[in-house]
Nanobody
Framework: VQLQASGGGLVQAGGSLRLSCAAS????????MGWFRQVPGKEREFVAAISRSGGSTYYADSVKGRFTISRDNAKNTVYLQMNSLKPEDTAVYYC???????????????????WGKGTQVTVSS
């Protein structure tokens, strides 16, 4: 199983980035998917989640209204559109897969079946 995240980079505050996570080696459409982020010295924190069908999404309060998660089951890919970025959004972003995920709630770190390797997002002020 591989989750390959891409799309990170350096952007100015107020700018946008779109992260992608391509999955292989698993039946993508039966997994809830999501994104977490982590900065050095802190725990990995939940950002956004999406149900198997894509019909339900859930966001951390810190990104609600600015980030949008989506998925394309035909392409085995989950996306995170990040708008109005702030310096405090700077982190390594990880995609995650959880077969037990039920919609309208956050993903739990200890329930994740597979993690991607992460992509760095840096927002300058």
């Amino acid at each position: 199983v591989q989750l390959q995240a891409s799309g990170g980079g350096l952007v100015q505050a107020g700018g946008s980035l779109r992260l992608s996570c391509a999955a292989s080696g698993l039946p993508f459409s039966v997994y809830g998917m999501g994104w977490f982020r982590q900065v050095p010295g802190k725990e990995r924190e939940f950002v956004a989640a999406i149900s198997r069908s894509g019909g339900s999404t859930y966001y951390a309060d810190s990104v609600k209204g600015r980030f949008t998660i989506s998925r394309d089951n035909a392409k085995n890919t989950v996306y995170l559109q990040m708008n109005s970025l702030k310096p405090e959004d700077t982190a390594v972003y990880y995609c995650a897969a959880d077969k037990s995920y039920r919609s309208a709630t956050m993903l739990q770190r200890d329930g994740i079946d597979y993690w991607g390797k992460g992509t760095q997002v840096t927002v300058s002020s």
